[in-house]
Protein backbone atom coordinates (compact mmCIF):
# COMPACT_ATOMS: atom_id res chain seq x y z
CA UNK A 1 0.00 0.00 0.00
CA UNK A 2 1.14 3.23 -1.03
CA UNK A 3 1.98 6.10 1.16
CA UNK A 4 2.12 9.79 0.26
CA UNK A 5 2.62 13.63 2.49
CA UNK A 6 0.91 16.38 1.69
CA UNK A 7 2.63 19.62 3.10
CA UNK A 8 1.34 23.24 3.18
CA UNK A 9 -2.14 22.39 3.61
CA UNK A 10 -4.20 25.22 4.52
CA UNK A 11 -5.48 25.75 7.51
CA UNK A 12 -9.06 26.72 6.32
CA UNK A 13 -8.74 23.45 3.68
CA UNK A 14 -7.44 21.15 6.83
CA UNK A 15 -10.67 22.18 8.81
CA UNK A 16 -13.15 21.38 6.49
CA UNK A 17 -12.05 18.67 5.39
CA UNK A 18 -11.73 17.78 9.14
CA UNK A 19 -15.99 19.23 9.27
CA UNK A 20 -16.37 16.78 6.26
CA UNK A 21 -14.74 13.46 7.69
CA UNK A 22 -16.83 13.94 10.74
CA UNK A 23 -19.86 14.49 8.34
CA UNK A 24 -19.01 11.19 6.90
CA UNK A 25 -18.07 9.36 9.71
CA UNK A 26 -14.60 8.76 8.63
CA UNK A 27 -11.59 9.63 9.82
CA UNK A 28 -9.39 12.37 7.65
CA UNK A 29 -7.33 10.32 6.44
CA UNK A 30 -10.46 7.73 5.21
CA UNK A 31 -12.14 10.81 3.90
CA UNK A 32 -8.94 11.97 2.07
CA UNK A 33 -8.86 7.89 0.26
CA UNK A 34 -12.38 8.27 -0.40
CA UNK A 35 -11.93 11.93 -2.26
CA UNK A 36 -8.25 10.44 -4.39
CA UNK A 37 -10.69 7.25 -5.28
CA UNK A 38 -13.14 9.18 -6.31
CA UNK A 39 -11.13 11.63 -8.48
CA UNK A 40 -9.43 9.02 -9.96
CA UNK A 41 -13.05 7.12 -10.83
CA UNK A 42 -14.35 9.84 -12.72
CA UNK A 43 -11.32 10.38 -14.62
CA UNK A 44 -10.77 7.16 -16.19
CA UNK A 45 -15.17 6.91 -16.72
CA UNK A 46 -15.80 8.26 -20.37
CA UNK A 47 -19.61 10.05 -19.94
CA UNK A 48 -21.37 10.81 -23.11
CA UNK A 49 -23.42 13.73 -23.05
CA UNK A 50 -27.12 11.85 -22.94
CA UNK A 51 -25.35 10.41 -19.50
CA UNK A 52 -23.90 13.54 -18.36
CA UNK A 53 -27.50 15.37 -18.33
CA UNK A 54 -29.27 12.18 -17.04
CA UNK A 55 -27.05 12.54 -14.31
CA UNK A 56 -27.66 16.28 -13.88
CA UNK A 57 -30.83 16.72 -14.05
CA UNK A 58 -32.25 13.18 -13.72
CA UNK A 59 -33.62 13.87 -10.30
CA UNK A 60 -35.65 16.61 -11.16
CA UNK A 61 -38.01 13.60 -13.48
CA UNK A 62 -39.11 13.85 -16.83
CA UNK A 63 -41.70 16.00 -18.80
CA UNK A 64 -44.65 15.08 -20.70
CA UNK A 65 -45.05 16.63 -23.94
CA UNK A 66 -47.70 16.24 -26.38
CA UNK A 67 -46.24 15.79 -29.84
CA UNK A 68 -48.28 16.46 -33.16
CA UNK A 69 -49.56 13.36 -35.03
CA UNK A 70 -46.75 12.40 -37.52
CA UNK A 71 -49.31 11.78 -40.84
CA UNK A 72 -49.08 15.37 -42.79
CA UNK A 73 -51.52 15.46 -45.21
CA UNK A 74 -50.38 15.67 -49.17
CA UNK A 75 -47.79 18.45 -48.95
CA UNK A 76 -44.76 18.56 -51.81
CA UNK A 77 -41.15 18.25 -50.38
CA UNK A 78 -38.98 21.22 -50.11
CA UNK A 79 -36.65 21.98 -53.32
CA UNK A 80 -33.77 23.15 -53.02
CA UNK A 81 -31.79 22.43 -56.53
CA UNK A 82 -32.12 25.96 -57.74
CA UNK A 83 -30.54 27.08 -54.24
CA UNK A 84 -26.79 28.45 -54.29
CA UNK A 85 -25.14 28.52 -50.56
CA UNK A 86 -21.93 30.15 -49.61
CA UNK A 87 -19.59 28.30 -47.22
CA UNK A 88 -21.69 29.62 -43.92
CA UNK A 89 -24.55 27.49 -45.81
CA UNK A 90 -26.94 30.70 -45.80
CA UNK A 91 -29.21 30.78 -49.94
Do not use: C, W, Y
Amino acid sequence: MAAITVRSLDEHVKERLRVRAARHGRSMEAEVRSILTEAVREEDRQTNLAEALLDTFGRLGGVDLELPPRDIPDREPLDFSGQEFDRSGVA
